[in-house]
């Protein structure tokens, strides 16, 4: 192996240096492999002008894409983990959360308010894949919980995007019992008759998908994600056998009848504003 | 049943074995061997007690797996009568991890929902491991919701290495499933009474949890995830579970003081295994004494009561 890097790595270096672009201002896409602008990415919705891969996108610029400009107002941002088991793997558990708070920015793995969508008030929640893994633990159980409620008692839609690896093994079964927390909230805004949107981002797997995300009235889920409970490598391990093309990706989950779109990040916000024009209208 | 052990059930079952010749031998040539028969099952006794009294988490997790442990059938055979399985989710299959049907309990008519692992190779095959598929879950739910039409308290019985992961499992929606449950738990009007008898796997397990009350056996576990799959993420290293068990705080004490349990139901000296019939007394007892309590609550305020708890479950701080 060690000559076939050593050949390789010279090129690439020629390849940049041919294109004579400052480093930080470009990546390579994750998909096609090839060289996009920074600025280009983000402008372009983080999907690759290229292919139209979706790349990862961080909770406020989520936010920033479907809430119209300047009417966010963030809820519950003091809520901050605890470590009730004192855990510690390789690390300690405080020291990963002083880091990730560090290089997000945010307390925890989701950024909950509210603001307007094309018009409509709702409360809005996003997953920050960046903290954790979007792993949750009480707090995002606990923040989502407390839009889920806001949303039932000022009739409010409710929208959630999920992406984070499932519940976080680090705050142990109270992790697990956030799926059951949130969920039993979602019955209570049924009940309220206020519809829920469950958007699903890259991924969406373990405790999320087996708690609110897969409980929207509408379910949508960005092309190419990752959806699914088990993780793609748990499941190989188990059969010993390779797993399909495709497999647990957001075309697949719409061919099986668990989602019911796939929707481009680009028309993300114009789906969701005429669903709710349309659950909200009153005359016929 | 008898005949499996673990490595640290070793010096009780040689005192066993000793008491055992002893017996044999006085009965045999008629010596008296009574007082010290008598000695060895005191220090056999004390033996139990100290050993189970200083368990690590991951000695624990190996009782709550242990291949003699009580299985759900066997807690409905020796606590119930008249039981009659129902099959079938009405929408694909029959998964035989997770069982149910009607019994009697006592004075009740009451619907038992249990996981069930197999004792021998070819029932474990049959059963999966006790790793439901979509099926059981949404067979629960038909149940649950059975129970719930004709006023009937609703028990479960959770023992599961956790969700299937497998191809179908995913392609007929296991995530949707469990999340159904815990969403639809959350509206039946009959009491839910969860009792963890063995592993409380993950969302697998949580998947028939959400109950008014939620028990565990002494030497039951609870667990977000497998010690076995939390040292192969976190640490890397699949041999690190006894570290991993240590972490994940998933034995029942620590459970009750993280509030996610109501009561934990003591097992006979040496583990539910050395004793079914006497576990299978106890429980019975308990969940009597739960009945009655939760019978006298309105359907509403059974609702309710459930909702508050698990509103309440984690631990943060807001400044
Ligand atoms: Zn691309």
Redesign the pocket.
């Known amino acids: 192996m060690a000559w076939f890097l050593r050949s390789k790595t010279p090129k690439e270096k020629l390849k940049v240096k041919k294109l004579n672009i400052p480093e930080g201002l470009w990546l390579k896409?994750?998909?096609?492999?090839?060289i996009?602008y920074k600025t280009e990415l983000d402008k372009n919705y983080r999907v690759?002008?290229?292919?139209?891969?979706h790349h990862r996108m961080n909770a406020s610029h989520r936010i920033s894409l479907l809430i119209d400009n300047g009417s966010f107002v963030g809820m519950d941002s003091r809520i901050t983990p605890q470590d009730p088991l004192r855990f510690r793997d390789t690390k300690r558990y405080k020291d990963r959360l002083r880091t990730y708070t560090k290089k997000t920015g945010i307390s925890d793995a989701v950024i909950c308010g509210e603001g307007m969508l094309n018009g409509h008030k709702v409360q809005i929640c996003a997953m920050e894949f960046g903290f954790m893994g979007g792993s949750m633990g009480s707090v995002v159980g606990e923040k989502i919980t407390r839009a889920i409620e806001r949303a039932a008692s000022e009739k409010t839609p409710l929208i959630v995007i999920s992406c984070s690896g499932g519940a976080r093994m680090q705050e142990g079964i109270l992790s697990l019992m956030q799926m059951a927390k949130t969920s039993v909230a979602l019955a209570q805004l049924s009940e309220a008759k206020v519809p829920y949107i469950s958007v699903l981002a890259d991924p969406a797997t373990g405790g999320v998908t087996a708690s609110f995300a897969m409980l929207g009235d509408v379910i949508i889920a960005e092309p190419n994600a990752l959806v699914g409970f088990a993780g793609p490598r748990v499941i190989e391990q188990t059969i010993k056998q390779k797993l399909p093309d495709g497999f647990q990706r957001a075309e697949f989950l719409l061919e099986h009848g668990m989602i019911d779109m796939v929707v481009h990040r680009k028309e993300l916000k114009n789906t969701i504003g005429k669903l709710l024009d349309l659950l909200e209208r009153t005359k016929t | 049943m008898a005949g499996q052990y673990l490595d640290f059930e070793e010096p009780i079952i040689e005192l066993e074995k000793k008491i055992a010749e002893l017996k044999a031998v006085s009965k045999n040539n008629g010596v008296d061997f009574s007082g010290e028969i008598r000695r060895l099952h005191k220090k056999a006794n004390r033996l139990r007690h100290s050993l189970l009294s200083r368990l690590t988490r991951w000695q624990r997790t190996q009782l709550a797996r242990h291949p003699s442990r009580p299985f759900a059938f066997d807690y409905i055979n020796m606590m119930t009568k008249d039981f009659i399985e129902l099959h079938g989710d009405r929408h694909f299959g029959d998964c035989h991890s997770i069982i149910g049907g009607v019994a009697r309990l006592e004075d009740w008519s009451v619907f038992i929902i249990g996981q069930q692992k197999g004792r021998d190779i070819k029932e474990k095959m049959f059963r999966n491991f006790g790793m439901p598929q979509p099926e059981g879950y949404r067979k629960a739910l038909r149940l649950m919701k059975f129970a719930e039409k004709f006023g009937k308290p609703i028990i479960t019985l959770i023992d599961t290495p956790g969700a299937y992961p497998g191809i179908d499992a995913e392609e007929r929606g296991q995530a949707e499933a469990i999340a159904r449950n815990l969403y639809e738990m959350a509206n039946i009007s009959v009491p839910i009474i969860v009792v963890v008898i063995g592993e409380g796997g993950s969302g697998g397990a949580l998947a028939v949890g959400v109950g008014n009350r939620v028990l565990m056996l002494e030497n039951s576990v609870y667990s977000v995830i497998s010690p076995e799959g939390c040292a192969t993420i976190l640490w890397e290293d699949c041999k690190k579970v006894e570290e991993a068990a240590e972490a994940l705080c998933l034995a029942a004490d620590d459970l009750l003081k993280l509030g996610v349990i109501d009561e934990i139901i003591k097992e006979p000296l040496g583990g539910a295994h050395r004793n079914p019939e006497a576990t299978a007394g106890i429980l019975r007892r308990v969940l009597r004494r739960h009945l009655q309590e939760l019978t006298l609550l309105s359907p509403d305020d059974l609702i309710q009561q459930r909702r508050e708890k698990f509103r309440e479950m984690g631990t943060f701080t807001e400044r």
């Open positions: 896409c994750d998909s096609c492999k090839e996009i690759c002008p290229k292919c139209n891969h």
